[in-house]
């Protein structure tokens, strides 16, 4: 399955594959020839790899927080989040590669209450000050459990953030709402009250893994 939010872009890749192979096929050069024609198709299947979008079983709790990027968890850290939670909070990291599949999903059930996006820098994703100074997207939740935050960084090379929420949006975990184009991370921010499931390094799943608990 691929993602709608690859569509435009798919559709302007294989516009450009197709220009390049007709070019390729009228070469003299037979080594030129398929070497265009090769690079082409691994970057089409690259590209269709990339925005992939497979189903997830999400767990069913309202209990739980799940990871809404698949990816590496790249860091664990205390914080003081001020603008939406207002308290000291834990934040996990995950860092997503250019392989991961990069649909984002809603990590908690709640309504959105915060929604803001933030230009900035383009730093590495795993650079520690990519949370505060690169361009991203923050969305804060309101649960029965109280108020989490989490964004989509964009990085080095990830240039584009998609993100379908509105304000007071009723959402629910494990739900499709935006992607980020071409790897970088997201982060989650919840206040101290939630039991971290998770450590740096391991792999989690979009609606899948469960990144913090209350038990």
Same mark, same amino acid.
């Given at each position: ?29 037979i080594y ?30 309202e ?39 990069? #649909? !984002?999903?809603?990590?908690?059930? =709640?309504?959105?209450? %915060?929604?803001?996006? +933030?230009?900035?820098?383009?730093? @590495? ?27 989509q ?17 009723? #959402? !629910?975990?494990?739900?499709?709402? =935006?992607?980020?184009? %071409?790897?970088?991370? +997201?982060?989650?921010?919840?206040? @101290? ?23």
């Amino acid at each position: 399955m691929i993602t709608k939010y690859g569509y435009q872009t798919i559709t302007l890749i294989v516009f450009v594959l197709f220009i390049i192979v007709d070019i390729a096929i009228i070469q003299n050069n037979i080594y030129l020839r398929w070497l265009l024609i090769g690079l082409s198709t691994i970057f089409l299947i690259f590209t269709l790899n990339f925005f992939r979008d497979p189903e997830r079983k999400t767990p069913v709790s309202e209990e739980i927080i799940v990871s809404p990027a698949d990816g590496r968890v790249l860091l664990i850290k205390d914080v003081f989040e001020d603008k939406y939670i207002n308290e000291d909070c834990v934040q996990v990291s995950v860092f997503m590669s250019p392989l991961n599949v990069h #649909v !984002n999903r809603i990590p908690i059930s =709640g309504t959105v209450e %915060f929604n803001e996006y +933030v230009t900035g820098k383009f730093l @590495k994703a795993f650079d520690d000050k990519a949370d505060k100074e690169n361009e991203r997207t923050e969305i804060g939740i309101n649960s029965v459990h109280g108020k989490i935050l989490f964004t989509q960084v964009a990085g080095f090379v990830a240039r584009r953030i998609i993100n379908d929420l509105k304000m007071s949006q009723p #959402v !629910n975990i494990g739900k499709r709402f =935006g992607m980020i184009k %071409f790897g970088s991370r +997201v982060d989650v921010i919840v206040p @101290k009250k939630w039991i971290v499931k998770v450590k740096p390094g391991d792999i989690v799943r979009a609606g899948e893994s469960i990144l913090f608990g209350l038990k």
